[in-house]
C-alpha cells in the first residue's frame, strides 16, 4: 500500500473527490501525440524547407532522419507516457519502398502501412493530417488557388488523405481523426478576401463528396489567425473554420496557438460544445505567438482540460498535442507534452466541479473563491505519482535518466 496515495485519497475525500474515479478515467484517455515533433516537421520526403508559415528554431543535435528513427524515437517516448494513446501522422511521413516515389496527389494505403504496423504493436490508434505545405506546389495559395491545376491538386491530395484515413481506422480499429489545415494566406493586404475563402470551401467539398465512413473518419477543420510571411489575412480563419466545420457536419479544430493573445480556447470550448456533437483541439504553448513551444502543465493547458472535464466531453472533444521546439531533446520535449497534458487532466478529474458549479448557481462567489483557491494546494502530486505507477511509467523525474542514457547512445551517434 502506498502510504501517500492512501493518505492523498482522504484528504480528496473531505472535498468530495473520488482519487479512483479520477484515476480510472484518466487511464482511458487516449491522447493524439503528434508525429513531428522528432523530426522538426520535415518529414521524408527530403525535398526542402519547412514551409506554410510555420518554423522550428533550434539546432539540438539527434534529429530524427527517416522512419526507423523516428519510430525508435517515438517508441522511446511512448515507454516514458503512463497510458495507451493514439499517434498523428502527417502526409509527408509516407514511407516510400527502394527507388519509388508518390507525390502529394497519388499517396495511397500502402505507404502508410509501416505506421500501421507500428501503431499495432503498441495497441494504438492512428490519427491524420494531410500536408499542404513544404512542397513546390505549395509555393502560394493551395485548396484555395485561383490557379484550377494547383487547386485540383490539392484536392486529390485531400481525397487521397481520405482513403488513408479510412485505412487507418480499419487496420487498426480506433476511428481516425483528420485534420485539413492549410498556411493559405497573404502577407500583405488582399484585394480579395472573399474569393479565396469560396474556392477554400469548395475544395473542402470536393474532398469531403469522396465518400466515406463517418463512424470511423472524423474530418476536421483548423483555424489560424496568421503565420509568418502570411501576415496579413489567412483564408482558414476562425469564422471560416467554425462555420465551414459546422454546416458540413464535420469537426472544428481548436489550436490554442491561432487565437490573439488575450483570446483563450478554453471560453471557446464550452460555447462551440453548445451547438456541435464533437470538437478537436491541438494543445500547444504559444509563447507571444503560435510559437508552439512544448506544452507545460501550466495555466492556459489546466483550463482547457477543466473545461472538457466540466462539460463532462471527454468522449466528445479529441484531444492532440501540436508542437515542435527543435532547440531541447526532442524525445523529452515529447514526454514532457504528453505528460504535461495528462496531469492537466488529471487536475481537473480531482476538481470538486459539482460542488463548486452549485456554488456559482447559488450565487455563493465567496465560498467558490475559498474552493477555487484551496484545491490548489491539494495534494495532487501523490495521486499523479499513484496513476503513473498503476499505467507503466515512472513518477518521478527517473524517466529522464532514460532520456540521458538514450541521447548517449542512440541521439548523439545520429
Ligand atoms: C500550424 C498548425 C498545424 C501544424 C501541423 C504540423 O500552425 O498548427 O496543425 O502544426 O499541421
Ligand atoms: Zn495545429
Redesign the pocket.
Known amino acids: 500500500m502506498n502510504q501517500r496515495y492512501e493518505s492523498a485519497k482522504q484528504i480528496y475525500a473531505k472535498y468530495g473527490v473520488d482519487t479512483e474515479a479520477a484515476i480510472s478515467k484518466l487511464s482511458d484517455i487516449r491522447i493524439s501525440m503528434?508525429c513531428?515533433q522528432a523530426d522538426d516537421?520535415l518529414g521524408f520526403e527530403n525535398n526542402g524547407p519547412l514551409t506554410?508559415?510555420?518554423q522550428t528554431t533550434g539546432n539540438y543535435p539527434g534529429r530524427a532522419t527517416g522512419p526507423d528513427q523516428l519510430f525508435a524515437d517515438l517508441e522511446k517516448a511512448l515507454s516514458l507516457i503512463p497510458g495507451t494513446h493514439k499517434i498523428n501522422v502527417?502526409a509527408n511521413y509516407a514511407i516510400f519502398e527502394d527507388g519509388e516515389f508518390a507525390d502529394r496527389d497519388a499517396l495511397e494505403p500502402k505507404h502508410f502501412q509501416k505506421w500501421v504496423d507500428f501503431a499495432k504493436k503498441h495497441g494504438m490508434g492512428l490519427d491524420f493530417?494531410p500536408?499542404?505545405?513544404s512542397h513546390p506546389k505549395a509555393n502560394g495559395l493551395t485548396l484555395s488557388s485561383p490557379d484550377e491545376e494547383i487547386r485540383k491538386f490539392w484536392v486529390r491530395h485531400g481525397i487521397c488523405c481520405m482513403k488513408i484515413a479510412e485505412y487507418f481506422a480499419n487496420e487498426t480499429g480506433y476511428p481516425c481523426v483528420i485534420?485539413f489545415?492549410t498556411?493559405d494566406g497573404f502577407k500583405d493586404i488582399p484585394a480579395d478576401r472573399m474569393g479565396p475563402r469560396m474556392r477554400y470551401a469548395q475544395s473542402l467539398d470536393e474532398i469531403l463528396a469522396c465518400g466515406y465512413d463517418k463512424t470511423k473518419v472524423y474530418p476536421c477543420v483548423?483555424s489560424?489567425v496568421f503565420?509568418i510571411g502570411v501576415e496579413s489575412y489567412t483564408v482558414g480563419s476562425g469564422e471560416f473554420a467554425l462555420s465551414y466545420a459546422l454546416s458540413r457536419g464535420i469537426v472544428p479544430?481548436f489550436?490554442n496557438?491561432?487565437y490573439h493573445p488575450t483570446e483563450v480556447v478554453y471560453d471557446k470550448l464550452p460555447a462551440m460544445l453548445c451547438f456541435s456533437e464533437k470538437l478537436a483541439m491541438?494543445i500547444?504553448r504559444p509563447i507571444r505567438w503560435?510559437s508552439?513551444h512544448v506544452v507545460n502543465f501550466d495555466d492556459d493547458t489546466r483550463e482547457m482540460m477543466m473545461e472538457v472535464v466540466r462539460c463532462d466531453a471527454l468522449d466528445r472533444v479529441f484531444l492532440a498535442t501540436?508542437?515542435?521546439d527543435a532547440s531541447i531533446n526532442r524525445v523529452a520535449a515529447l514526454v514532457i507534452g504528453m505528460r504535461s497534458v495528462q496531469k492537466a487532466l488529471l487536475y481537473a478529474l480531482l476538481s470538486p466541479n459539482a460542488e463548486m458549479k452549485a456554488l456559482q448557481d447559488a450565487g455563493n462567489t465567496t465560498k467558490l473563491m475559498m474552493l477555487r483557491e484551496e484545491v490548489k494546494t491539494l495534494p495532487f502530486g501523490d495521486i499523479w505519482a499513484e496513476f503513473c505507477e498503476r499505467n507503466g511509467a515512472c513518477a518521478c523525474s527517473c524517466w529522464f535518466k532514460e532520456i540521458e542514457e538514450y541521447e548517449a547512445e542512440v541521439l548523439s551517434k545520429r
Do not use: R
Open positions: 503528434h513531428w516537421v506554410g508559415g510555420i502527417h493530417n500536408t499542404y505545405f485534420n489545415w498556411g483548423e489560424k503565420g479544430l489550436d496557438g491561432h491541438h500547444t503560435d508552439d501540436d508542437y515542435f
